[in-house]
């Protein structure tokens, strides 16, 4: 089973709009938190991460929320463009697991124009 | 500088044949992985290497194995292909040590059909 649970699976925004997507998880021994993103054909590639001694990260159009008591985090795309149209990954490390990311399902996001 | 770089691109294979999928990375990376992409699944960790001559198991490990042939490049061999091993195949590297090792690069993907 997955430990990392992300909605929704599909979003379809309009150019400007705000992208949201929502991961949740368990175990609170994760204390770091990247989202790749993924465009069609290639590897992903990260875009954003956090850790949990914060509860926001923003970076230009892109901003994690972090919500450590309620183990979840979402990422937030504003003034979505069609650009950026990919699959967007959210992800959690143990601390202690030396490398290895538990990945959720992904979210494929359309931005028309 | 190319990164991660993956052979080959797509690969269709019959029920129990073998192949082995090639990795290799040029950013002078400690650790190595090798990811499965399957729809609605995420990726799923295969093996992990932390560094040179270390190898071990992640999430999805039966019906694979792997080398380490030196520090830039890492293999994923299936001795027995399976139609459950349908699926993109990423390799991915990182630094080592507190957190250089968060950032993994991954490289473009080996799709691979087994009929």
């Known amino acids: 089973q997955q430990q990392v649970k992300q909605s929704p699976q599909s979003l379809i925004v309009q150019k400007g709009g705000i992208s949201i997507i929502n991961c949740a998880y368990e175990?609170?021994?994760?204390?770091?938190f990247p989202w790749y993103q993924q465009f069609p054909g290639k590897g992903p590639a990260l875009l954003i991460a956090?850790?949990?001694?914060?509860s926001e990260k923003k970076e230009g159009r892109f901003t994690i929320s972090f919500n450590k008591s309620a183990k979840q985090f979402s990422l937030h795309i504003m003034d979505s463009q069609p650009g950026d149209s990919a699959t967007y990954f959210c992800?959690?490390?143990?601390?202690?697991?030396?490398?290895?990311?538990?990945f959720g399902a992904g979210t494929q996001v359309v931005v028309t124009p | 500088n190319a990164g991660v770089t993956q052979t080959p691109k797509f690969q269709v294979l019959k029920t129990g044949q073998s192949m082995t999928l090639q990795c290799a990375q040029d950013m002078n990376h400690n650790s190595m992985y090798w990811y499965r992409q399957d729809p609605g699944m995420g990726l799923r960790l295969i093996y992990y290497?932390?560094?040179?001559?270390?190898?071990d198991k992640g999430e999805v490990p039966n019906g694979y194995n792997v080398s380490r042939l030196n520090k830039r490049e890492f293999s994923l061999r299936l001795e027995s292909a399976a139609p459950s091993q349908t699926s993109v195949y990423f390799c991915?590297?990182?630094?080592?040590?507190?957190?250089?090792?968060?950032?993994?690069?991954f490289g473009p993907g080996t799709r691979l059909t087994v009929l």
């Open positions: 175990n609170t021994a994760f204390d770091y």
């Open positions: 992800a959690a490390r143990v601390g202690d697991s030396w490398g290895k990311l538990q």
């Open positions: 956090i850790r949990p001694d914060v």
């Open positions: 290497s932390a560094s040179e001559g270390t190898t």
């Open positions: 991915a590297s990182s630094g080592t040590g507190g957190r250089r090792t968060d950032t993994q690069y």
